[in-house]
């Protein structure tokens, strides 16, 4: 046979080129340093008869090589020399070539990998949106506009192998759009290695040698940056899989994408052959409008809160805003940064979307924060949104979106207390007038349960709610109610008759109140009183009385400043 060149070895994929080639049409790798390859050895059979120098008629010895290699050729355990004659002793050699490097161990046999149908989202690295009362869920998958781009690329590789990588930025859902590429394209038996950081990727070839030729494999690589190397993927090593037609399936952030991507360094030689998708965290209208159209309860709280947020972000930080305040709550946590943030959740829950000042927090608990109370409060997590967002005017704030949500749906979290109700009402007349009538409405409906139950609390809530609503049979009945409970709360029911103008029966239950020991009611009670008196002795004064004339000056000289003085 003539010996013949066989053209370029590629040291990084061991594939051999045309001479004139400049580059491996394999892996890409530039072939213009690299020597021609040595000759091909001529051909010989696996048997060779050597006569001995005995000649014909003496004894020959016929020797069988059995050359295998562990990646590439299939080895059997005995030397087989069935077509054998033999003619004196014989001795057989049998030469098993494994993996490149002793004791590497890779994953198992291709065809003992997961199916793909048996591996759940949450195990390729889809973040949880939610963690309460369980195992972590995950909603449906809303189409985005690149899916059928995205599925021309998996369709490309299934074919002729080859690597697709889904970059974007942090928590634009890259995760799982490739996960729901897979779930459109591929068949429910394909063979899934899901790699993890530091994974020694070099044993592959060997496990998918024998595999099912007509089954699918995929290599997942989450995060391709954990996985570049000597020992993650090289662009010798993808061109051995994109061989066999293994899909490698990777996600990677945009940042690492473009520190890797360019130059001469082996990562750029690896992402140079990707066919590569970019997403963002910003969602088109079209894509907006099919959220909107889902009735899953976690996607129906994304159109609801996320604010300025995207959707991926949005479902993305809000188990770990939820996780984290609720820690703090801990004597070793963040007791102080905690309340803070739970008078926010609080009026969010009841419906106050308007920012509040951080003095009426402090006045409904009647403690005060620190700046480094706020500032934890405030910082970004994920790089995202914090516990506290700013509102429009300076030194408001309010409880971001996603922790509200997931607030909204812990089960840990019991339902706002009245009082609670009556504060909400209180911040939203104040600060968020657009959502009062709402606050009032539902918080009436809400405290109504407890009331009529007897709580005394409720009821004198419930009477609150009734009186800033405008409702004021329903706010007498609670409010004698609430008398008839305890006199000394009676102090309520003589404050709103005030606001009325009805000031003779509101001196009685603030007069009963005061006697049965309530402090209030007595701070209360003697500037009415004083305002009464001025008022009368000009009555008096008006219609002749000296004594009443002299008594009004010298009241009046007493308090010159009284600030609730009854006209005459």
Same mark, same amino acid.
């Given at each position: 046979m003539e010996n013949r060149p066989r053209g370029v070895r590629c040291p990084d994929c061991d594939t051999y080129s045309p001479r004139s080639a400049a580059a491996c049409s394999v892996c890409g790798r530039l072939l213009s340093n690299v020597p021609d390859a040595p000759p091909t050895p001529p051909a010989e059979p696996p048997y060779a008869e050597k006569p001995t120098s005995g000649g014909p008629s003496g004894d020959a010895l016929r020797v069988g090589t059995i050359?295998?290699?562990?990646? $590439?050729?299939?080895?059997?355990?005995?030397?087989?020399? +069935?077509? +054998? =004659?033999?003619?004196?002793?014989?001795?057989?050699? $049998?030469?098993?070539?494994?993996?490149?490097?002793?004791?590497? #161990?890779?994953?198992?046999?291709?065809?003992?990998?997961?199916?793909?149908?048996?591996?759940?989202?949450?195990?390729?690295?889809?973040?949880? #949106? $939610? +963690?309460h009362g369980g195992e972590p869920t995950l909603p449906p998958y809303v189409p985005r506009d690149r899916d059928a781009e995205l599925d021309r690329m998996l369709a490309h590789v299934l074919e002729t192998g080859g690597l697709v990588v889904v970059t974007g930025e942090p928590l634009s859902g890259k995760t799982s759009t490739a996960w729901a590429a897979l779930n459109r394209g591929v068949p429910e038996d394909t063979r899934l290695y899901r790699a993890h950081p530091g994974d020694d990727l070099r044993g592959l070839p060997a496990a998918l040698h024998g595999r099912d030729p007509g089954g699918t494999y995929v290599v997942w690589l989450d995060?391709?940056?954990?996985?570049?190397?000597?020992?993650?993927? =090289?662009?010798g090593l993808l061109a051995q899989l994109t061989h066999r037609g293994v899909v490698v399936l990777a996600t990677m952030r945009d940042e690492a994408y473009d520190t890797h991507r360019f130059g001469d360094r082996p990562a750029a030689r690896v992402l140079s052959v990707a066919r590569t998708l970019e997403l963002t965290c910003r969602w088109s209208e079209a894509e907006l409008a099919r959220l909107a159209e889902a009735d899953d309860p976690l996607l129906v709280d994304a159109v609801r809160w996320r604010g300025d947020l995207g959707v991926t972000q949005f479902l993305a930080v809000g188990p770990e805003l939820w996780e984290e305040w609720w820690r703090a709550r801990r *004597?070793?946590? /963040?007791? @102080?940064? @905690?309340?803070?943030?739970?008078?926010?959740?609080?009026?969010?829950?009841?419906?106050? #979307? %308007?920012?509040?000042?951080?003095?009426?927090?402090?006045? $409904?608990?009647?403690?005060?924060? =620190?700046?480094?109370?706020?500032?934890?409060?405030? /910082? @970004?997590?994920?790089?995202?949104?914090?516990?506290?967002?700013?509102?429009?005017?300076? %030194? =408001?704030?309010? %409880?971001?979106? *996603?922790?509200?949500?997931?607030?909204?749906?812990? *089960?840990?979290?019991?339902?706002?207390?009245?009082?609670?109700?009556?504060?909400?009402?209180?911040?939203?007349?104040?600060?968020?007038?657009?959502?009062?009538?709402?606050?009032? @409405?539902?918080?009436?409906?809400?405290?109504?349960?407890? %009331?009529?139950?007897?709580?005394?609390?409720?009821v004198w809530s419930l009477a609150d709610l009734a009186a800033l609503a405008g409702d004021d049979a329903d706010a007498r009945l609670w409010y004698r109610r609430l008398v008839e409970r305890d006199p000394r709360l009676g102090q309520h029911f003589g404050e709103y008759l005030l606001g009325q103008g009805e000031y003779t029966e509101a001196i009685c239950y603030l007069a009963r109140a005061a006697e049965a020991g309530s402090a209030g009611a007595v701070r209360v009670l003697g500037p009415v009183l004083l305002t009464q008196a001025e008022h009368w002795l000009a009555m008096a004064a008006a219609n002749g009385s000296e004594r009443a004339a002299v008594q009004l000056a010298s009241l009046r000289k007493a308090f010159p400043t009284n600030p609730d003085t009854v006209k005459e």
């Open positions: 050359l295998g290699s562990g990646i $590439q050729h299939a080895v059997r355990d005995h030397v087989d020399f +069935s077509q +054998s =004659t033999f003619h004196a002793p014989v001795i057989g050699v $049998q030469n098993n070539y494994g993996p490149a490097s002793p004791g590497l #161990t890779g994953p198992a046999a291709a065809d003992g990998w997961p199916r793909f149908i048996d591996v759940r989202r949450l195990a390729l690295g889809v973040r949880p #949106t $939610q +963690s995060d391709l940056e954990g996985h570049l190397g000597e020992q993650g993927l =090289t662009a *004597p070793s946590g /963040r007791p @102080h940064g @905690h309340l803070l943030v739970r008078i926010a959740v609080e009026l969010a829950r009841c419906g106050v #979307t %308007a920012a509040v000042p951080v003095e009426a927090f402090e006045h $409904q608990v009647l403690q005060s924060f =620190t700046q480094a109370d706020l500032e934890w409060a405030a /910082r @970004h997590r994920l790089g995202v949104i914090g516990l506290l967002v700013p509102g429009g005017e300076a %030194a =408001t704030w309010r %409880a971001s979106g *996603p922790l509200v949500a997931a607030a909204m749906r812990a *089960p840990d979290l019991r339902p706002a207390e009245p009082d609670v109700w009556r504060y909400a009402a209180e911040m939203a007349r104040e600060y968020s007038p657009a959502d009062f009538d709402a606050v009032v @409405h539902a918080g009436r409906a809400a405290v109504r349960v407890w %009331a009529e139950a007897d709580d005394v609390s409720a």
